[in-house]
């Protein structure tokens, strides 16, 4: 496994500056814009998420604002009281995505929001304070406790909604094989760990976000 020097010293050589580099890298929300942002927006994204998954992105966001009419601008407290006949109707609106597994989630997951919600005080709460020095435990609590949020789609969300994450791409995958970390995608608890543990490393040894190491990570991965 590279120390963090090797990483930055690669990224440095490929982008030519430290200013290119730092134009390339993501930034994550912090705490307080993760605690500020609403329940239905949460949800929001959830369902973005896994209407996304495994189509053509700009085809699911174009038709969002049907979908926000359709769940009632996606107010869990609203959304947990859709029943199988209200589904059905949806699945008879062309306006929108006709996928009766992801429609259901969606009622799953305002259920799972409130719940967190209750708990918690805000489904914000919950990601703001989750510790980035176990992020796939987060990852794991979201697929357990969500409608169809296995796989990637954890890890995404969090990209998505501005948790601090990596995400294992195809490109970080790959060159966290070539530093000899895994073997293969990580799926189990114990490679994810494996995972986890190098981040962390690499986070000690440069204050940055895991975010912008995966980023530098998919970088070494030539094209």
């Known amino acids: 496994m590279h120390d963090y020097q090797w990483l930055h010293e690669y990224c440095l050589n490929r982008f030519g500056s430290a200013a290119a ?6 930034q994550p929300h912090t705490a307080e814009e993760l605690r500020a942002l609403p329940d239905d927006r949460y949800l929001s994204l959830i369902a973005l998420r896994i209407f996304r998954a495994g189509l053509k992105h700009s085809l699911v966001d174009a038709k969002w604002p049907a979908f ?6 996606f ?3 609203k959304v947990v009281l859709m029943g199988g006949e209200h589904i059905e109707r949806l699945m008879q609106n062309a306006e929108l995505i006709r996928h009766l597994g992801k429609l259901k989630s969606v009622p ?14 805000s489904f914000g709460n919950l990601i703001a304070d989750w510790p980035g020095t176990n992020i796939v435990g987060l990852w794991r609590y979201l697929a357990r406790q969500g409608s169809q949020l296995g796989g990637l789609s954890a890890p995404r969300l969090l990209r998505m909604v501005g948790k601090d994450t990596f995400v294992p791409s195809n490109d970080v995958v790959a060159a966290l094989k070539a530093q000899e970390i895994i073997d293969k995608a990580p799926t189990s608890q114990r490679d994810l760990a494996t995972v986890q543990a190098a981040f962390n490393r690499w986070q000690e040894q440069s204050g940055r976000s895991l975010c912008q190491l995966s980023a530098m990570l998919a970088f070494t991965v030539n094209h």
């Open 108 to 121: 799953r997951n305002a259920q799972f929001v409130l719940d967190v919600a209750r708990e918690k005080g």
């Open 21 to 26: 580099l730092e134009a390339r890298l993501p």
């Open 75 to 77: 107010q869990p407290d």
């Open 68 to 73: 926000e009419k359709a769940f009632f601008g």
